[in-house]
């Protein structure tokens, strides 16, 4: 038994590794890679410094993100595209840890995130992220880009960061800051930015018009004596790997916070590698690889001072529009961030901190799809419903909740529909063989109900009520056929049922029982209720016989000799006849 356990995680592990595949696919256009590689890491650069700002612990932590998560995961994650590094939607779950716990908490964060990454991956967790709703991921993509955007206030107004975790209040205190001392300057830099990429993206969007724009402002701040602050003196290359920053006293208290990181670079990264198979032909990547190769890019990246990564969608959509194949292309898009780190570190420090958040602000604005949006509210008033409270909770609280929110009403409202699909409708009897006149006397001494659709926690209340309610008869007879589903509740509801018309003197008959429902009627005591003496038939028209002859014993009706049923009695898959 050991031996084959020992070989089942053997295999598993395996499976989770890098193959000979992967270095196949990288061998087939390797030029065409490594100009997607480049491109991406030129949109990549100011993302990673602008979400190291924001994140609270430096440009120098994003860049160190954006080099060895972003190395990592492409070798060990799941898609042939995806690119990972630091993202807005982690920002916003940072920004509160940092305020909270200050910024060494947010390594120690990641770490442990990071190895809950590998565990989902080993428990084969990658396969949920299909049972998320579209409702929930675009209502969750348009909060985060309302928050990514807010979070950009403070710099590109000129003003120190204010105090705090939630963004509408520092929004609203930096506003306030502003109205004290407004820096014209910062606000023009921010605008001039966030229009050269969106006018840019329309006019050519084949062109990165964000590092475009950050150029251009950084020699216009050098040229000119502009009163804006810049990103400030960067190391030239990465730190020294370390767990100085580890305090096993606290992992206790950041355990909560952990859950929420992983959880979000789970959601995030699955669902950018999921738009990247969308974008493509041929491409499928594997969830369960991708939560390892996250895992094991968060567990790296702190010991280089770098935040906690996740597959990132705008850097993963501009690899696949730019012809990218194999992961090639996400390796060269590190080693590009290696060499600016190392050989340009002096020119990125002058970069203005409101250039930044032009970029940021411009990336929030072509986050919302508003023929997405458009689309979804208009599918069904549960749709909007859910996307507008997921993006309203991940305004107000945060990510982690929001996704909780969306997916808790998301099930309710799809609880509701599928119980009102349930239905207890009476059905006509089956004439067979009867004269017209023994068939009215059938008529008024039973009735067949047929059931359909699930009889679970949902429905089943609803069903007790309709059925209880029958009068004037002495036979019920239940057409079970067309049940498609029941649960423990569905079968004690009509166990009660049951026991609730017998106490009134009517016979209960049942029909078309399935083999996967008698477990669960057994479980509760139903089966027993339903089959005793003779009760339960295969088909309606058996079941009609029964009730006669019922009937007869207790002389309510004149015994008749038995009869041959025709052809069309035989009611074999419970459809009404007559």
């Known amino acids: 038994m050991s031996t084959t356990v020992a070989r ?14 992967d270095l196949a696919s990288m061998r087939r256009d390797p030029r065409r890679d490594l100009l997607a590689g480049l491109t991406v890491a030129i949109v990549a650069l100011p993302l990673a410094l602008g979400f190291g700002v924001s994140s609270g612990l430096g440009a120098e932590a994003g860049l160190a993100t954006a080099v060895v998560a972003g190395a990592l995961a492409a070798v060990f994650g799941g898609s042939n595209l995806q690119v990972s590094g630091p993202t807005g939607a982690m920002t916003v779950v940072l920004v509160p840890i940092v305020a909270q716990y200050g910024p060494t908490a ?25 049972y998320v709703p579209a409702s929930v991921i675009e209502g969750f993509t348009l909060g985060i880009a309302g928050v990514i955007g807010l979070q950009q206030v403070p710099n590109a107004l000129g003003v120190p960061q204010p105090e705090g975790d939630k963004v509408l209040v520092v929004t609203w205190r930096a506003v306030e800051e502003f109205a004290k001392a407004p820096n014209w300057t910062a606000v023009g830099l921010a605008v001039a930015v966030v229009v050269i990429m969106l006018a840019g993206a329309r006019w050519r969007p084949t062109v990165p018009f964000s590092i475009v724009a950050v150029i251009a402002a950084t020699v216009v701040a050098q040229v000119f004596p502009l009163d804006v602050k810049p990103i400030g003196d960067l190391p030239a290359g990465l730190p020294a790997p370390s767990l100085s920053f580890l305090d096993l006293g606290s992992l206790g208290s950041l355990l909560a916070p952990a859950v929420a990181v992983a959880a979000l670079a789970a959601l995030e990264s699955l669902m950018s590698a999921a738009a990247a198979d969308a974008m493509t032909v041929g491409q499928r990547h594997d969830p369960d690889r991708e939560l390892l190769g996250q895992g094991l890019a968060n567990i790296a990246a ?19 529009r730019t012809g990218a194949g194999s992961r090639l292309a996400a390796l060269t898009h590190a080693a590009v961030l290696t060499v600016i780190v190392f050989a340009a570190a002096p020119l990125v420090s002058k970069i203005p901190l409101a250039a930044l958040a032009g970029v940021l602000l411009a990336t929030a604005i072509r986050m919302v799809e508003v023929g997405s949006l458009k689309a979804m509210a208009k ?16 305004l107000v609280l945060d990510l982690v909740y929001a996704v909780i929110i969306g997916l808790v009403v998301a ?5 509701h ?28 001494h039973i009735v067949a109900y047929r059931i359909d659709g699930p009889l679970f926690f949902a429905a089943a209340h609803r069903f007790l009520l309709e059925l209880t309610e029958v009068t004037d008869v002495r036979v019920v007879i ?15 509801v009509l166990k009660d049922a049951v026991e609730k018309l017998n106490r009134r003197g009517i016979l209960v008959l049942a029909s078309g029982i399935r083999s996967g429902q008698r477990q669960v009627l057994d479980s509760v005591g139903a089966l027993e209720l339903l089959c005793h003496e003779g009760r339960e038939y295969a088909t309606t028209p058996e079941a009609i016989h029964g009730a006669r002859d019922h009937l007869e014993t207790a002389g309510v009706l004149p015994a008749v000799p038995a009869q041959k049923s025709s052809s069309n009695s035989t009611d074999t898959n419970e459809e009404p006849v007559g």
């Open 8 to 21: 089942a995680v053997r295999a598993r592990l395996i499976s989770l590794l890098p193959s000979r595949s």
């Open 106 to 130: 947010v390594l120690t964060v990641g770490l442990m995130a990071g190895a809950m990454l590998v565990v989902l991956a080993g428990l084969r967790a990658g396969r949920y992220m299909q």
């Open 302 to 320: 702190p010991l280089f001072g770098g935040v906690p990564a996740t597959g990132a969608i705008a850097r993963t959509a501009v690899n696949v």
């Open 379 to 394: 599918a069904t008033r549960s749709d909007a419903v859910i996307l507008v409270l997921t993006a309203a909770a991940t």
């Open 411 to 415: 099930g309710a409202l799809a609880l």
């Open 417 to 444: 529909a599928v119980a009102k699909q349930a239905r207890i409708d009476q059905v006509p009897l089956d004439r067979g063989d009867h004269s017209a006149e023994e068939h009215q006397l059938l008529a008024e």
């Open 478 to 492: 239940l057409r079970m056929s067309r049940v498609s589903t029941m649960d423990a509740t569905g079968a004690l």
